[in-house]
Structures are given as C-alpha cells and as structure tokens.
C-alpha cells in the first residue's frame, strides 16, 4: 500500500494544476491590475503627429470620454489590431485617439497613411516620457479615460473584434449611464 | 518551401519516435530479436529528421525569413547573428524543439554505448526514451508549431525578449535542458528494470555516469543563470526562489540524491526500490518544470507562454508518464530489502539521512513554489511565499547535510568506526570554531559571517583530511580514482559555496545615490567617481552609458561602463558593469537620471561592494566539475563479460542475496 502513496501525491498535484489550467481560462493572468484605474489620467502636453505646432493636453480634453490607444508602427501587433480599429473605432460613440509611442514621424504618418486611419486624432510622444506616466510597457495598449480625465479601463495587447464587444463597449456604456 | 520542410521532417520524427517505442517493446515482451533491433536505427533515424528541422530553423533565422510567425516574432534586420541563432530557442515553440533535439542526443548516446547491455533491456531502455520523444515530438507538432507562417511578410521582425541578449543567458537554456533531460537516462533504465522485474547492480553501476553528467549539465545551466541574474537585473542578487528557478532547482536537489542513493545501490545493493524512485521523481520534476515554465499555470516573469491548450496537452503527457511510472512502481517495485546490511553507523545511514533532507528540501521548494495557486484552489486568496519562507527553511534542511559531509568518506560501508568518527570531529571542529573566531575578529562578530565560515571550514577541512588520507595509505596512481576525486571537488564546492553565500551576504556594502558627475562617493576602501553620462547607439538598441571610475587609496582600479538600454520594442534593460576579483566584487547599476531632460546631469546610481560573491558560482562549477569528474571513472565502464549474462541466469549471491518473501 505504501507504495502507492507517491502516485497519490502526484494525484493531488494532476488535480491543482488542473485546477491551475481552469483557473486561468477564466482569469486574465496578464492583468496586472493597474494602479492607474480610477485615478486621474497624469497631465501631458503633446504635440499633434500632423501639426508639431499643436499641442494637446489632458486638460483641453476635458468634458467628454475618449480611448487613447498606444500604437506605433514598428509595433507588429499593431498591425494585428489594425484592422479592428478600422472596423470598430467609428461605432464606439466616443472620440479613439491615437497615442504614437517611441515611433519616427514619418514613419507613423507613412503607416497610417498605408493602412489607413481610424483615429479621431493622433498625439505623438516621441521620447516615450508621457507614457512612462500612463505605466505604458509596450504597444499596443489602449486606456478609456472619462469626462472628467480619469483612467476607468485599460487593456493590454491588441483589442479583437470579442474584447471590444465583452470589455471595452460594456465599459463606454457603464460611462455614459452614469453622465447626467 | 523550406519551413514547411521542417514541419515534415518532424512529422516524420513523430513517426520514428512511435516506431522506436511501440516495436521494442512489442519485441521485448515476445522475445523478437528483430523487433527489438528497431530501436537503434529509429533512434538514429528520429535524431537526423530532428536535426534537420532545428538546422532548418536556424536557417530561417541567418536568412531573415521574416515569413515564418516564429522568425518575425523574435529576431528582426538589426540583430547580430549570434543572437539570431540563439533566437531558435528564445522563445517556446524553439525552445521546444531544442529540448527534443538534446532529447535525442542523449538517446543517440545511449544507443551507442549500450550495445554492451542485455538485448531486451537496452531495447526497453530505448523504447522508453522513445515514449519520452513522442510526447514532445507531438506537444510541438499539434500545439506549438515553429514553422507556422505568417501573411502577409512583415519587412522586418519584431525582437528577441532582451533579457535574452547577453552571453551568459544564450547558453543557459541549453545547459539546463542537457540537464533536465539528461535525468530521461536513469527514468528509462528504472522502466526498463520495473518493465523487466530486475534491477542489476550492474546496471546502476552503468547508469551512474549518465546521472552524474546530467547533474553536471544542470549545475552548470543554474550557475550560469544565477551570473545572469545578478550581471543583468541590476540589484546584484544571485537568487531569487523565483517559480522558473525553483523549477529548475528541485530537479537538482532530487538528481543530488540519486546520485548519492545510486552510489549505494551500485555498491553495496541496497536502496534498489529508493534509488528507482527518485530515478522518477528526478525525471519527473524535470517535466514538472518544463510544464510549470510553458503552461502559464504560474505566472512569473519568465513564463513567455500561457495558452490552455498547451497547458492541458502537457498536464496529460505529464499525467501518464509520471502516472504511469508511479503506477508502474507501486505494482512492481522490489517488495523484498535486497543488499548487505548496514548498521546505525554506517556510510549508508549518512548519505540516507542526506539523501532524505535533499527530497524533503525538494519538496519544501514544491510546496512553496505552488503556493499560490493552492491559495487559489482553496480560496484563500493570493498568496506568495518568497525569500522569508525560503530563506528559513532550505538552510535549516541542509543543516544536517552538510553536518555530515565530512564524515561521510571516512564512514565504512557497513558498519563505521567510532574512533574514526571521534578523530574527525575532534579535528574539523576545532578547525571550524578557530576559524569563526578569526572571522568574528574581522567581521564585527556578526553571526551570520561567523557561522559561514565555521560552515566551509567544517567542510573543506573534512574533506582536505580525507584526501591527505588517501594520500598517505595509497600508492601512487591509485590514491585518486576520477569517482573518488569528483566527490573530493564536489564537496569542496559545496564548502566555497556556503563560504561565498554567508560571507557575501554580511560583508556587502550597498548604496544608492543621487550623483552629478564629478561626485564621488566612499564605499569599502574604494572610491567611486562618476563621470558623467552620454547616449550610445547599439545593432538593436539604443542607450545611456555612465562612466565611473574607481580608484583605492588613489591608484586606479577600474573605469566601469553601466548601461540602461532601451531594445527594438520599448523593453528597458539594465546592463550592470561589473569588476569581477575572487575576493570581491564592485558592481555599479545605473539608476533614473535626476532630471528626464538633461541625461547629462545627475543619475541615482547603485554602488555595491560585494566580497567573496564570486565563490558561490565558483563552488557551483566546482560541483559541476565534480559531476563530471566523477562519470569519467573507468570503473563504470561495462565490461561485455559481465552484462551479457542472460538476466534470468543472474542469481550471483553477492548482487542478490538472499532473497525471502516476507
């Protein structure tokens, strides 16, 4: 009998990481919670990526809910995103603004240009010092900031077509219940 | 077309690998001596169509075919070639193929060198290393391809994680995996021998080397991610108990205790049912690991892969071949105490009482890695054991190990003597408490220096007397056999070890400052000048480079260049630079600039001096070498006459003596 007490040890062990498989199908193991959410958005002043001479800040947006979304094109799953926001980004009912990271602007007006452009407006931060702010640790990734400038969601990675639909709409709807 | 060659060239290794497995087997239970002749070319067969799609990977890489998802995803225009190269496993689906190519390395081996084996076990020995391929051979195929496309071509790839752009770290993953999957070797001899209903001290004797080499792979792959650690991640520790390393970690400690519960079976007969045991356990911690680092079950900053499918495909293969094994153990493991009987005092109860702390000392690591996800299971909450649980308990396991160690050597097989005993105590204890006291002397009396140096004198004396003893009762030539010496070095690591860790860890003086350049600051008997910092533009990355020079009393000793790297991707990496002596170290981090805008300016800066650091990874490979060593002793050699007997005519009383049923 002893000398099944191993192979029952390994039983319980099958059984958590069975556990452990199902347990991350229904958490996001990627989602480090933000500090950020429900805290104000930090202040920034950034220049336009088709003006320079422009600059927009976080208090010039006040008033109304907008999706800064980080992207740049040597990002490829930007790319992958791409088409998504092409599709979805006019039916969101709010402002997406293109946040360019780290990113040349020729470049990025060359890309956009190729793929085409669903954003509202694009602010580019060259030196990537603003995002460092955001807690911004790759592109893409995309924060709803709401009227009164404060970060209510966040995602991590290109958004799809599903997370749109599950996570991001949901989040614009809950804002807009709760206006005045 | 050539990626999808590489796809058909491991489909064709899947099929080798069934045939390798199923057919010996088949053979072996029938008694078919052409069926059982399957396995070597099979083997042989599997490993070339393996080869050809990692070198066809490979190629892809030189070639910046950017049109397979794999390529584009880890290397791009601006990545120096070596690092290419290295790329075909910075990720999981490469790194995967390079754990079956090593797989069949090793396999290949073991078909070379064990022609001299009993036909029926070698073909099972085989067989079973083909089961082991098939599971990975078909992880990769249906769940992890490389050779996947990716349309349309991107002009230019992504980057390879640069956590793994340093020297140190391209060679980690190989090393670790020569390890992990070194330990298949003694996992198939103990199938084999549970398969067939014997285990021949012949065999284990033929078995040892293979362990030992194992070993020596896997100490070298944790020491050379340990330097990684403490060169790149810019806060000069060399251990963290992180779940990636704690994964690799348990294997060690269990191949540590085999190697030791081996060198009993082998010798003396006992512990035949134990020294199979953790022939699985070693094994299958190894998996244990691999599934623990790719399934995204834990998360930590290594895991690069987390995708459910892998994670259910691989707690199934885990499931029947750590099962199954168990299983196969439970039913037919020697019922009967075989071996020479041996007395409380006694060379076997001492390498038992260290064989047991190692396992327990394992699953301690276990436990504790798994932490969170059993506050998960039970709705605990998040839960994290980390430095404080660990800290605590692995030394106090050890404790009695390396208590010991000295003893071990002069302890007869059987029964020892205590006068022996007495004599060696008297000696490494007297050595160890005059040695504290001077350390006390120069260290401040702090306790934890004291007791490090006790420590290591405890054992490196223990271990200089046994080697001045072999060398004055033995003749020339014979005072050292390889076994004998790979034992006398691994030791002595162990005592560096234990010296560089404690000693280390009290003596180290750490700081962060704030400094413009020109400043200089006074740490140890250096002085630290920083002399400013400027930009610096690398193949794939561009940086801010401070420059600090050290001086002591006024003579220069090392102008240091740290680095804060910005890769291709946005990832920020420091680059530590370290002075490396052997009895110590100065190691400067750089830190934020003071002032975002002016990189020119003032830098928070981390200054360490660290004495005696460069021990721990020096008794590391000490141990390693010890491994090695030990493997090449012509005495584990097989000699044709011996093995060849038919294993049902092998009822030599000395290898199985009497056996009664209880």
Redo the contacts between chains.
């Keep these: 009998m002893s ?2 007490l ?2 029952f040890g ?2 319980l ?2 059984a ?6 199902w ?3 229904q958490h996001d ?2 989602e480090v919670p933000s500090p950020l959410i429900n805290r104000p958005a930090p202040a920034f002043a950034l220049p336009l990526l088709d003006d320079p001479t422009r600059t927009v800040s976080k208090a010039s947006l006040l008033g109304k809910p907008y999706i800064l979304n980080v992207f ?1 094109s ?3 799953a930007c ?1 992958e995103e791409h088409p998504t926001l092409m599709a979805e980004g006019s039916q969101l009912g709010i402002p997406l603004i293109g946040y360019n ?2 990113d040349q602007p020729e470049d990025a007006r060359a890309w956009l240009a190729r793929h085409g452009n669903p954003y509202h407006m694009v602010i580019a931060d060259l030196p ?2 603003t995002a460092i702010d955001f807690g911004v ?3 893409p990734e995309s924060f709803l900031v709401d009227a009164h400038g404060v970060i209510r969601y966040k995602h991590i990675g290109p958004f799809t077509p599903q997370i749109i639909a599950t996570e991001l709409k949901p989040a614009i709807a809950a804002l807009q219940k709760e206006a005045p | 077309m050539t990626p999808e060659l590489g796809q058909l060239a491991l489909i064709l290794a899947l099929l080798l690998a069934l045939t390798q497995s199923i057919l010996p087997l088949l053979g072996a239970w029938r008694g078919n001596h052409a069926l059982m002749a399957v396995a070597r070319p099979a083997a042989a067969g599997q490993a070339v169509f393996v080869a050809l799609a990692f070198g066809i990977l490979a190629w892809a890489f030189m070639r910046f075919d950017f049109s397979v998802q794999y390529v584009a995803d880890n290397s791009n225009l601006a990545l120096p070639w070596y690092y290419r190269f290295a790329a075909v496993w910075g990720a999981h689906e490469g790194s995967l193929l390079l754990w079956i190519l090593i797989l069949n390395l090793w396999t290949v081996a073991l078909a070379m060198f064990s022609q001299k084996l009993p036909e029926v076990f070698a073909a099972r020995v085989l067989a079973v290393m083909g089961l082991i391929a098939v599971g990975f051979l078909a992880f990769t195929i249906f769940t992890s391809n490389p050779f996947g496309r990716l349309l349309p071509m991107p002009g230019d790839g992504a980057d390879l994680n640069p956590v793994l752009q340093d020297p140190g770290m391209t060679m980690h993953p190989p090393m670790l995996y020569m390890g992990y999957v070194g330990f298949s070797v003694a996992f198939a001899f103990s199938i084999a021998a549970l398969l067939g209903g014997e285990l021949e001290q012949a065999w284990v004797r033929w078995a040892r080397p293979w362990t030992n080499i194992a070993w020596g792979f896997l100490t070298f792959g944790i020491v050379a991610g340990s330097w990684w650690a403490y060169a790149e991640l810019g806060w000069g520790g060399w251990w963290f108990w992180d779940p990636v390393e704690n994964a690799s970690f348990m294997p060690w400690l269990v191949g540590l205790a085999l190697i030791h519960a081996q060198a009993v079976t082998e010798k003396r007969g006992s512990l035949r049912a134990w020294t199979i045991l953790l022939s699985i356990f070693a094994f299958s911690l190894s998996l244990l690991g691999t599934f623990l680092v790719r399934s995204g079950v834990l998360t930590s900053v290594h895991a690069f892969a987390s995708d459910p499918r892998r994670g259910v495909f691989i707690l199934l293969f885990l499931t029947i071949v750590i099962g199954g094994s168990l299983l196969l153990y439970a039913l037919r493991a020697p019922k009967v105490a075989h071996g020479k009987p041996f007395k409380v005092l006694s060379r076997e109860t001492a390498l038992l009482i260290g064989n047991l702390m190692f396992v327990v000392a394992a699953a301690m690591v276990l436990l504790g890695t798994l932490f969170p996800l059993i506050g998960d299971a039970l709705s605990l909450g998040r839960i994290s054991v980390g430095q404080p649980y660990f800290g605590l308990l692995f030394p106090l396991l050890m404790a009695p190990a390396v208590f010991l160690m000295p003893f071990g050597p002069f302890l007869r097989w059987g029964q020892g003597e205590p006068a022996v005993v007495k004599g060696v105590l008297l000696r490494v204890a007297i050595a160890a408490v005059a040695c504290a006291l001077v350390a006390a002397f120069l260290a401040d009396a702090q306790p934890k220096a004291m007791l490090g140096t006790a420590a290591a004198v405890w054992v490196v004396v223990g271990v200089t007397l046994y080697a001045y003893k072999r060398w004055r009762e033995h003749p020339r030539g014979r005072r050292f056999p390889a076994e004998m010496a790979g034992m006398l070095l691994a030791h002595l690591g162990v005592g560096i070890f234990i010296a560089g860790v404690l000693l280390s860890e009290t003596l180290s003086v750490t700081t962060d400052v704030r400094m413009a350049p020109g400043e200089t600051q006074h740490i140890g008997s250096y002085d630290f000048r920083f002399d400013g910092a400027h930009s610096l533009v690398g193949p794939n990355w561009h940086a801010e480079q401070g420059v600090v020079t050290v001086t002591r009393n006024g003579n220069p000793v090392a102008v240091m260049h740290p680095q804060k790297r910005t890769y291709l991707r946005g990832q920020v990496q420091t680059e530590s630079a370290v002075k490396a002596g052997v009895m110590r170290d100065l190691y400067v981090a750089l830190g934020e600039p003071m002032d975002a805008a002016n990189v020119a300016g003032a830098w928070s800066l981390r200054l360490y001096y660290k004495p005696f650091i460069r021990w721990i990874w020096g008794g590391g490979l000490l141990m390693m070498l010890g491994g090695f060593t030990c493997a090449a002793d012509k005495r584990f050699r097989l000699k044709r006459s011996a093995a060849m007997q038919p294993t049902t005519h092998v009822r030599n009383d000395e290898l199985r003596p009497q056996e009664t049923v209880a």
């Design positions: 000398r099944l191993p192979f390994f039983l062990l099958v958590l990481f069975g556990f452990g498989i347990w991350n199908t193991p990627n740049a040597w990002c490829i790319g990271y780290k990537g010092r640790y790759g592109a």
